[in-house]
């Protein structure tokens, strides 16, 4: 599976508005390209978890270090609890845990689980660690 279109991030943006849940986007103050996003979805689809979200961040490997993601995870934890949101669950793949999970640490995450090869990511099997954090 290949990058995102065009299209599928639109209906991404547009599924996840819907829902009241934040899309948030970085840009580069130099020349406005994209150096980071960030996004919360539904954890479960289920009604029983409406209220829990998992975060998505990407930052641009150019861009990392210098804030970016802790910006982008901060306002993504402020609109999430504005839109309702009780708790927020990161999956963060093993294989490039070291900054994400110092990110998360960082703005009151706590870690919440270990499961094994439940991924596959370049080849290999790839395990995640799960990282909780409580909004209300």
């Given at each position: 599976m290949g990058p995102r279109s065009d299209?599928?991030?639109?209906?991404?943006?547009?599924?996840?508005?819907?829902?009241?849940?934040?899309?948030?986007?970085?840009e580069a103050e130099t020349d406005g390209s994209i150096i980071g996003y960030a996004y919360a979805g539904?954890?479960?689809?289920?009604?029983?978890?409406?209220?829990?979200?998992?975060?998505?961040?990407?930052?641009a490997p150019a861009e990392t270090g210098r804030g970016v993601g802790r910006l982008l995870l901060t306002e993504l934890l402020t609109a999430c609890a504005a839109a309702g949101t009780h708790q927020v669950i990161a999956v963060i793949?093993?294989?490039?845990?070291?900054?994400?999970?110092?990110?998360?640490?960082?703005?009151?995450?706590?870690?919440?689980?270990?499961?094994?090869?439940?991924?596959?990511?370049?080849?290999?099997?790839?395990?995640?660690?799960?990282m909780q954090r409580a909004l209300s």
């Open positions: 299209a599928s991030w639109l209906q991404l943006s547009t599924d996840l508005s819907a829902r009241g849940l934040p899309f948030l986007v970085a539904p954890w479960r689809h289920k009604p029983a978890y409406r209220t829990t979200v998992e975060d998505s961040i990407f930052i793949a093993e294989s490039d845990a070291e900054a994400s999970v110092a990110l998360h640490e960082s703005c009151g995450f706590t870690v919440a689980g270990r499961l094994v090869d439940v991924g596959f990511k370049h080849g290999r099997c790839v395990s995640t660690l799960l």
